[in-house]
């Protein structure tokens, strides 16, 4: 799952009271009656600033980490240099790098080390293209299934996967975390209250 693509969705939805989501919850949500989830992989970056957003998105990560059946990979939110070429103002933009590369590689591993008869790619974005295309060829068995996040969409995707949907309201509706989360140690993660 691609986390930035779903955030981003669930903001220009305005349904910030989904982003306290329990990830593996969703995707087994999204399986059709016989299949089983074997393993959720959750691609994100951590943000550097600001310190509010830092602290949510740390909390939210902890919360997952809790959830047996769930790796997270990690690329990288690097702020680079910009500048308005009318008013001449500098400063710095986050940019997220490297999660197409991960979910592209973990995607082609996992179809090689026949981890998967089907795989539930949840993004929109359609640098996923190749990495399908290169499983469909090496791989004709497996099959690729694109869940677009909301007011996400990819022609190309659509194109390439054998199936694709939008994730509709009610299934990320039902696929919450629970308010409070105990983790091992006994620190309590709450739903950020920004969040509701």
Not at 16 to 22: D, P, V
Not at 64 to 83: A, C, D, M
């Amino acid at each position: 799952m691609d986390g930035f693509n779903l955030y981003f969705g669930l903001k220009d939805s305005g349904w910030k009271r989904y982003y306290w989501l329990n990830i593996p919850l969703l995707a087994k949500n999204l399986l059709k009656p016989g299949q089983n989830l074997i393993l959720t992989k959750y691609f994100t970056a951590r943000v550097a600033s600001p310190p509010d957003k830092v602290k949510r998105q740390s909390t939210f990560i902890e919360a997952l980490q809790t959830i047996e059946g769930l790796k997270v990979f990690y690329g990288h939110y690097p702020l680079n240099p910009r500048k308005c070429h009318q008013c001449g103002y500098e400063d710095k933009e986050p940019k997220e790098k490297m999660t197409d590369v991960n979910i592209a590689v973990e995607l082609l591993r996992d179809a090689y080390e026949d981890r998967y008869d089907i795989a539930l790619l949840i993004s929109a974005d359609s640098d996923m293209v190749p990495p399908i295309k290169a499983v469909k060829e090496l791989f004709p068995q497996k099959r690729i299934i694109a869940a677009f996040p909301p007011k996400r969409n990819s022609a190309e995707l659509a194109r390439v996967a054998h199936v694709s949907f939008h994730i509709g309201r009610s299934n990320i509706a039902k696929s919450l975390l629970p308010e409070e989360i105990v983790k091992p140690d006994g620190t309590i993660l709450r739903h950020p209250d920004s969040w509701r």
